[in-house]
């Protein structure tokens, strides 16, 4: 009869044991249960819907490139390692796909940090100016958020990507920069020009408007 473990080294034993749910579904899906990956493409299907829409800025690419994800991460199910989380191995797949479907619509304006970006309101100068909230405590109001949402438009794709995955979907910086096959120190130095790109639009946009309502 074995001896029971000591307590402290039972409970790493048993959280070595413990298997994600998520990899719980692939092993089942793996092994010819459709249900399983079904429940896979039902928790994930929104949040790689947002990721292809913000990459894409285009509703129909986006729903295109969402089955195109499932289709492939369905197909590839073999070479899911379960090394890292089920939704970032998922979401590295739709960031490739959105941005093979860019490359392919060759309409995809990268736009210099020197060009002004484009609203329904004119365009915004790049001028920078003190602003005091940040991008993250606007987002969080609607009126504010459709002009951020605008203003992300006008990102880069290196940049717009980052920031949609980091501080919009939420994804930590070591699992945004697997997703994006990026090293921790690329994806913050993105992170951070994109925030003050952003930070410094706004401002922009905040001070015509102040100065076109005094």
Known sequence: MAEPLPPGIAEIAADAEEIHPDVALVERARAGDSSAF??????YDRQIFRVAQHITQNREDAEDITQDA?????????????NSKFSTWLVRIAVNESLMRLRKRKTSKTVSMDQDVQTDEGSIPRDFAEWRPNPEQLYGQSELSDILRKTIQGLPPGFRTVFTLRDIEN???EETAEALGLSVPAVKSRLLRARLQLRERLSRYFRQKKDGNS
């Not at 079904?38 to 928790?43: G, H, N």
């Not at 499932?70 to 197909?75: D, P, S, T, Y």
């Open 38 to 43: 079904e429940q896979l493409v039902r928790q």
């Open 70 to 82: 499932f289709f492939k991460a369905f197909q590839k199910l073999d070479q899911f390692q379960g």
């Open 171 to 173: 994804l930590s910086t």
